[in-house]
């Protein structure tokens, strides 16, 4: 016959609430950080445009000029969404995450969009020229 013998040290570690809401705070942090991370990298890709768009601009006939002038002050314009919502991310509290969360996510969506549909029209204008 054989005996088992499993010591146990008798201390279990409990979960404070204390541990749980920090534990909480480091996940809406990371949440945050991730979240502003994206939204910073999609302005890059806009301020990449702006500039391919700026050499467009310097190259383009009259009649060209004024339809790229349009196109960049709209692109601007979502430079300036994509700042709100970096803002907004940024100055979050934790009650008003889930707004903040969805507003960014929708201006996310938004700015892809317009990218994509820029990139489409540069595309379809120049490459006739």
Known sequence: MAVLV???SGKKEKET???AMTELKDSFEEEKKDLKYELEEIKL???KELDNLDDKIAEATDQNKTLLEKMKADLNEKAD???RAIDKVENSTKQAWNDTREFAAET???VKS???DFGEKI???FSNS
């Open 45 to 47: 890709d806009v301020e």
């Open 6 to 8: 499993v010591a146990c």
């Open 123 to 125: 595309k379809e204008k």
């Open 114 to 116: 317009s990218l994509k």
């Open 108 to 110: 996310s969506e938004d």
């Open 81 to 83: 969404d994509l700042d």
């Open 17 to 19: 609430p204390e541990d």
